[in-house]
């Protein structure tokens, strides 16, 4: 194995290497330097890489933990001692993070070394990560389409050998749709499983921090180093933390996968049925038994969100006002001049769009009718996931109903983008756990191989199930070693507009 074969590594392959001394963490970083000094002009994964700080923990690192010496890449809004948190806001460009998030500081205990953050929407609202205020990241199986988002930058640089595994966060999905779209594996763990302290808040009563990697058991990897209580963060579960690769091999005789009829809409591509139907059928070879489930209030889902998580980013945004963190506009005459031009210049559109949105349905005369209702619907749609996973370990879905789109094909229409997380946005309404891994591919009119995702959604805490059940389904086929084309050192084409 030459340095240049390394960063096509997954983590346990890296693992054997490391733990053996065949190769030195300083290798292993140096490797993947290069591979994201020719990769990334391409992708626009990366928004800041610390390389020096890197090297410094690389030469410290102890081989002998369960992640020592392996560069994790962290999305942009989990903080990282040191390292710029900027969220992909203009409002948080200068900002640098005084203490590592738990789970940054759960990683590095077991060794991990986390080098460099990546790009995502606007404070991760959005699913394409048009919204950075810095640059999209495009789709490594076609750099003219998204990588999905919010977490899209993690998604692709897993996705390009830029990174061997990275931390996403994931709301109304920004971890599982942007793995979809870019081919990857990306695991939303249940709500309180992983500590939230050191998150920059979108919506607290749905962010849930996981991984995005090349495979399922490199996801359980990350998972035992990353879950667990944390006093810090309240409502992070005092529960035992299993042993998230203690499954993994076992077979799926016995085991019960729902298909919801409600998710059986129009509008989910031909492609995408075709890859999720043949996956079902594939599951039943495995021994997996296949039973129709009801999730009455699905059509209401996504509304739901899109009022709740709003009213709660309106509420945790409202710390942006130029006078604590970050930009502050300058030459204002009185605070609330100040306070308005510093949210003007700092947030980008969809952030103001969903402060006004969120302001709007906590307000007096509006509260009733919307933010106290959608609470009440919050909890029939968790009542319709008890109900379903009484019958079932799991269901089975489209992860997104389309594969990547075009570079500005949809940013221009919000609600269209805002429908498309039909599939992923009820498990965090009902704080239960999923994950997205590859099942497929569609093709486009220009021979691009565009990946399709198969999302598996457990019941609370039930992790290590939804775990064994991807994986059998992984480790049975071929998806997850296709590796999308994209060729070192090649100059992007400029975007004809
Ligand atoms: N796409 C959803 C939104 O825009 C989910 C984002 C997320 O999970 N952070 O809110």
Not at 386 to 411: H, I, K
Request: proline content about 6%; glycine content about 8%.
């Amino acid at each position: 194995m030459t340095a240049s074969d390394l960063p096509a590594l997954n983590i346990a392959e890296l693992r054997d290497l490391l733990g053996r001394r065949e190769v030195s963490p300083r290798a292993v970083l140096e490797a993947l330097q290069s591979r994201i000094a020719e990769i990334d002009p391409q992708i626009d994964a990366y928004l800041s890489i610390d390389f020096d700080a890197a090297l410094e923990e690389a030469a410290r690192a102890d081989v002998t933990l369960p992640l020592g010496g392996v560069p994790i890449a962290i999305k942009d809004i989990i903080s990282v001692a040191g390292q710029p948190c900027t969220c992909a806001s203009k409002i948080l460009r200068n900002y640098r993070a005084p203490y590592d998030a738990t789970v940054v500081r759960k990683l590095k205990a077991a060794g991990a070394i986390p080098f460099g953050k990546t790009n995502m929407d606007e404070f991760a609202m959005g699913s394409s990560t048009e919204n950075s205020s810095v640059k999209p990241t495009r789709n490594p199986w076609d750099i003219s389409r998204v990588s999905g988002g919010s977490s899209g930058g993690s998604a692709a640089a897993v996705a390009a050998d830029a990174a061997f595994g990275a931390l996403g966060t994931d709301t109304g999905g920004s971890i599982r749709q942007p793995a979809s779209l870019s081919g990857v594996v990306g695991f939303k763990p249940s709500y309180g499983r992983v500590s939230r302290f050191g998150l920059v808040a979108f919506a607290s009563s749905f962010d849930q921090a996981g991984p995005l990697t090349k495979t399922v058991s490199d996801a359980a990897l990350l998972m035992n180093a990353m879950a667990g209580h944390d006093p810090l963060d309240s409502t992070c579960l005092n529960e035992a933390v299993p042993d998230y690769t203690a499954n993994l091999g076992r077979d799926l005789r016995g085991i019960r996968l729902g298909l919801a009829q409600e998710y059986m809409i129009a509008g989910v591509d031909p492609k995408v049925r075709a890859a999720v139907d043949a996956a079902v059928a594939h599951f039943e070879s495995l021994g997996a038994e296949i039973v129709a489930v009801s999730l009455p209030h699905t059509e209401y889902a996504v509304a739901t969100y899109y009022i709740l998580a709003t009213a709660e980013a309106s509420a945790n945004l409202a710390r942006f006002d130029g006078v604590r963190y970050g930009h502050r506009a300058e030459n204002t005459r009185n605070l609330f001049e100040h306070y308005g031009r510093t949210r003007e210049e700092g947030f980008g559109p969809e952030v103001k769009r969903r402060i006004i949105l969120g302001t709007y349905v906590l307000s007096s005369g509006y509260y009733e009718a919307y933010y106290a209702r959608a609470q009440k619907v919050r909890e029939l749609v968790r009542q319709d996931f008890a109900r379903a996973f009484e019958q079932v370990d799991a269901l089975v879905s489209p992860t997104s109903p389309v594969p990547a789109f075009p570079l500005g094909e949809r940013s221009v229409d919000p609600l269209q983008m805002y429908l498309a997380d039909i599939f992923t946005i009820a498990a965090n309404l009902a704080g239960i756990c999923g994950i997205s891994l590859p099942c497929g591919f569609a093709q486009t009119e220009d021979g691009a191989q565009l990946p399709i995702g198969l999302q598996l959604l457990g019941a609370a805490l039930d992790e290590a199930r939804i775990l064994q059940i991807a994986h059998a389904y992984e480790q049975s086929t071929d998806w997850h070693k296709k590796r999308p084309p994209l060729v070192a050192n090649v100059q992007r084409p400029t975007r004809k507009e």
